[in-house]
């Protein structure tokens, strides 16, 4: 099954750009947030739940344990946080952008990756991996070599003729590389082709010394390909068949038109610039 080819949702677009308002409601109680038969929870390396996701009298609600609730309030897709606490404002902010904001696009009908991504010459090159793999330090990295930043840790992208097109969304860089400069937030949304997928995976063993680095670059076939995507879709909700059914067609779609590529290199800190050359070259280099 094919994914129905259309052009971008420029109600998605419009929803991306609006700005999240919040209020304060010292009533609701953050700290008692519980897990629906039909919510998804999502958590930390270390179990601890930071967001349940669910759908509300048919709208998607967004629940931040410790922070407050972002909803949909109607059918135009316009969205509102509450907060317990006006400490929290800041933190619900980020968490919109990071994390509630994409997973409401996807409810809406956009469809969402854990990646991060910088747009080349021919598009945009989403990486993805495992926490902890280096997608977010190697985007950064490479935006400091000339290639835009678009993703941090969440890309989404929207349907096309023929197509799909990466919907970068406002945020703010979070890399242990970059902690001594600051990190400006990265404003407004912008569109532009989804060129290409690479996979990142560290070989095992612990940190190499530089002259030991080694990167290995495949490109899949597209049935390899849609079987390496999987692990990194997000979905707001897997009750609804009909919904997932449209999203599985859209990335067997993106498993056959695009490149999607592996990278396998093994961790060293003085390595990075040997592995944004590899990027460049492989990946980037696209026409």
């Known amino acids: ?47 601890e739940i930071h967001a349940i996701c669910e759908m509300a009298s048919g709208l998607p609600r967004v629940l931040l344990p410790n922070i407050g ?45 854990h990646a991060s991504g910088v747009l080349g010459g021919a598009g945009v090159v989403a990486f993805c991996g495992t926490s902890g793999t280096g997608k977010s330090t190697l985007a950064f990295t490479l935006s400091r070599r000339h290639h835009p930043h678009w993703a941090d840790d969440s890309l989404v992208f929207l349907p096309r003729q023929h197509a799909f097109d990466a919907l970068r969304l406002p945020f703010r860089p979070r890399v242990e590389v970059a902690s ?32 030991e680095f080694h990167v290995e670059v495949k490109r899949h076939s597209p049935a390899d390909a849609f079987r390496a995507i999987m692990p990194h879709i997000y979905s707001f909700h897997l009750s609804d ?33 040997k592995l944004c050359e590899t990027v460049e070259r492989t990946c980037l280099s696209l026409g």
């Not at 129905?4 to 409601?25: F, G, K, T």
């Not at 949909?72 to 980020?94: F, I, K, P």
């Not at 999203?247 to 003085?270: G, H, K, Q």
């Open 241 to 273: 068949h009909k919904r997932n059914a449209l999203m599985m067609s859209r990335y067997f779609d993106i498993a056959s038109r695009l490149a999607v590529f592996d990278i396998r290199f093994t961790p060293c800190l003085d390595a990075l610039p």
């Open 180 to 211: 001594t400069e600051p990190l400006e937030f990265i404003s407004g949304t912008a569109l532009a082709p989804l060129a290409a997928i690479a996979i990142l995976q560290r070989h095992p063993g612990g940190i190499v010394k530089s002259g």
């Open 69 to 113: 609730i972002i909803r949909v309030v109607d059918e135009t897709g316009h969205v509102r946080g509450t907060v317990g606490n006006a400490t929290r404002v800041t933190l619900m902010q980020e968490a919109y952008h990071r994390f509630a904001l994409p997973m409401i696009l996807q409810a809406a009908g956009a469809e969402m990756l």
């Open 1 to 47: 099954m094919r994914a129905v080819s259309v052009a971008p949702d420029v109600s998605l677009v419009r929803r991306a750009a609006e700005p999240l308002v919040i209020d304060v409601d010292e009533s609701l109680d953050t700290t008692s947030f519980s897990v629906g038969p039909d919510a998804i929870a999502w958590t930390t390396e270390d179990g």
